[in-house]
Structures are given as structure tokens and as C-alpha cells.
């Protein structure tokens, strides 16, 4: 699988407004990366052309409004699977995060970042397609 960090649409999509594309970038999680490194790492994406303290990141949780990552502990549940997103993590590497950073607004300083949620298995589908029996209830 391809992570690298700039998008690479297919040529017959013609030419894209950079600002509606998505990036990816790998977040290693030991030792536990602070904001200012998550956010420089991020700005490597979008051609480094803003310091740490001139971008907003930003994540959510289903379909809440994005909430502005300002502590540690957003910072953690913003680039973790768990709960919200765990089901959807099929990476074998436990030691890094793939984010996708996607601008919010045209001057791309204001980011929200998920984690890279993989395509669900096989097993997962029919899990969820599975209609429960009316004894598994009662």
C-alpha cells in the first residue's frame, strides 16, 4: 500500500484544486508524539508553508462538529482508533497511526486529521449484516 504523503490522483481527473485534496501521514506513536511534532509533521505534506503556531488541527467523532485539538489528551484521542474508530484499523504496525489531513479551509491552515480507517473485512460485512435472531434478545 502507498502512504506517501502527497496525493497522486489518477491524470484523467484532470487538474484538482489543491485545497480538496487529502494527505497521509505516518505518525510513529513511541515515544508519544507532542502536538508541535504532529503538526510539523503534517506541514511536510502542505510544502512546509506555515510554522506549528500559524495551524489549527482539528478532529471529530462521528458526525459532531470538529473540535479544535489544544491539549495533550485531544491530541491522543484525535490520533488513536480507539473506540470510535477501532473496528476500522487493520494495520499491523501498533507503533504508528496513518492520518489523513484534509485543509478546512483555502488558506490550508486550518486541518482536520482521522485516522486511515482500512477497508472493512470480509468477516466485519456480514457482522454487521447479520440481522440478530429474536431469542438473542429476550
Given at each position: 500500500m502507498d502512504l506517501s504523503s502527497h496525493p497522486q490522483p489518477p491524470?484523467?481527473?484532470?487538474?484538482?484544486?489543491?485545497?480538496?485534496?487529502?494527505?497521509r501521514v505516518i505518525i510513529p506513536l513511541e515515544p508519544?508524539?507532542?502536538l508541535n511534532q504532529v503538526k510539523l509533521a503534517i506541514l511536510r505534506c502542505f510544502?512546509?508553508?506555515?510554522?506549528?503556531?500559524q495551524i489549527t488541527l482539528f478532529s471529530r467523532s462521528?458526525?459532531?462538529?470538529?473540535y479544535k485539538?489544544?491539549?495533550?489528551?485531544?491530541?491522543e484521542k484525535a490520533i488513536s482508533y480507539d473506540p470510535d474508530w477501532n473496528d476500522l484499523n487493520e494495520s499491523d504496525d501498533a507503533d504508528r497511526?496513518?492520518?489523513?489531513?484534509?485543509?478546512?479551509?483555502?488558506?490550508e491552515s486550518h486541518l482536520l486529521i482521522?485516522?486511515?480507517t482500512w477497508?472493512?473485512?470480509?468477516?466485519?460485512?456480514?457482522?454487521?449484516?447479520?440481522?440478530?435472531?429474536?431469542?438473542?434478545?429476550?
Open positions: 491524470p484523467e481527473y484532470g487538474e484538482i484544486d489543491d485545497t480538496a485534496l487529502c494527505r508519544a508524539p507532542t510544502e512546509d508553508q506555515y510554522t506549528p503556531k462521528y458526525d459532531d462538529e470538529p485539538i489544544t491539549s495533550k489528551s485531544a491530541l497511526v496513518v492520518l489523513t489531513v484534509s485543509a478546512m479551509n483555502c488558506e482521522l485516522p486511515v477497508p472493512a473485512s470480509k468477516y466485519q460485512l456480514l457482522q454487521a449484516s447479520t440481522i440478530p435472531s429474536f431469542d438473542a434478545l429476550t
